[in-house]
């Protein structure tokens, strides 16, 4: 069920007897056509199902509470993203891996552009739901630090580079998704959000798509460093200096 | 106002009605005290105050709410760390600033590790306090992203790059002190922190401390590189292998 056909105002009571757009949909769609008519902590569950032409059952066969009406399709996003992640070999570099299952999180956001950038507003308005985001966020952040543990299970500080490395990806990719949605939807979310990932693959020592393979052979770049004891942020920072970047 | 005096156990009613330890220190004893012997959501306003032996006006004077007495320092660290951002300077190198402001957060819980110990346990046990927690986790993350954003603001990519640090230093920052109160408190967390922390800052391009400062003169290293145009994550793992680090 992609949150595509829940835009909002496309689901009015006709519509839900028959049953196009799915019930499921239309709670969606009739939940948002009240919190923007009447605010979100003025709307009640009664007058959500009321406007949708459903029972009360119907909608807690659906959403738990008011607040995850609100965020319709996180629990279909992090089930896909577990399942990306599961699925993944001794092949896929790990951070590259991990930036691809927060792509998919974009993507969710992506396929209803108008929809998206509604709840935006709604979520800043509204203190809970703020505070159901960040939860939803952690959720997403631990996904990807589980597999980054699992994938550097051999490694000194293991658990540390997953922590880190899963809470820079996650931001990465907010302050992309967030930009787009600040700007209404406006502009390729698609290309912020892997400029902004590339930006955590360079930090952390991988190269951001489409680099050339780790396996290639390095017969690219001639390095001579002087002394073996020199701090490698001192010898980057000359590298950066010689190669002409900021 | 610090938390080590306000450890579980010490605030008997006896104490509280000669006012040492003060009203809002007992309040958070006689709090920990019921939420230990009874649990978190058993636990009422009304049976705190009754505890402590003062009246419920008193605690809705210290605390919004009963999840508030479960963090009662919270409010001062992120001032503190704030008013320690605020006073920073030009000569403050920015990455190594929000490490040492992260170093805060770690302070007020070392300063009573039983005190930090007990909260985890319960904190984990109680959804209600582990999404507090996540805002307030939020709250220390944007105060560090906000700096990062004024000192980088003539940077491309500097509001990026200042929430993906910001969310690093703070994952890396978690990953110590959870360490930490998982081993019941015991251990250096100080040392564990450090470490942690220098992991973001060798990451993101910064010396850890104690490292030479940036203004000495770079004539402790001579790079060549053969190819202007080569990536620089792999002349960093060429470097990386040159100097025979993993």
Request: glycine share 6%; proline share 5%.
């Amino acid at each position: 069920m992609s949150s595509s056909s829940a835009a909002p105002g496309r689901g009015e009571k006709a519509q839900a007897a028959t049953a196009k757009p799915p019930m499921r949909e239309a709670l969606v769609a009739a939940a948002f056509q009240l919190f923007t008519e009447r605010g979100y902590e003025q709307t009640t569950v009664d007058d959500i199902v009321a406007l949708a032409g459903v029972g009360r059952r119907s909608f807690f066969r659906y959403f738990p509470s008011k607040e995850d009406v609100v965020f319709p399709d996180h629990e279909r996003c992090l089930a896909d993203m577990t399942a990306f992640l599961a699925t993944s070999g001794a092949e896929h570099e790990p951070v590259r891996r991990v930036c691809d299952a927060a792509r998919l999180v974009l993507r969710m956001y992506a396929e209803n552009p108008a929809f998206s950038v509604q709840r935006y507003r709604l979520t800043k308005r509204v203190p809970g739901l703020r505070a159901y985001e960040l939860s939803v966020v952690w959720r997403y952040e631990r996904a990807l630090a589980e597999y980054l543990r699992e994938r550097f299970a051999g490694r000194r500080d293991g658990t540390l580079q997953a922590d880190v490395i899963a809470a820079a990806v996650v931001a990465a990719h907010n302050n992309a998704l967030r930009s787009w949605l600040r700007s209404d939807g406006q502009g390729d979310s698609s290309a912020a959000v892997d400029h902004a990932l590339g930006y955590v693959q360079s930090a952390f020592g991988v190269a951001p798509a489409p680099g050339p393979a780790l396996d290639e052979e390095p017969d690219d770049v001639v390095v001579v460093v002087s002394r073996r004891g020199a701090p490698l942020w001192r010898v980057v920072q000359e590298i950066e200096t010689t190669l002409g970047r900021d």
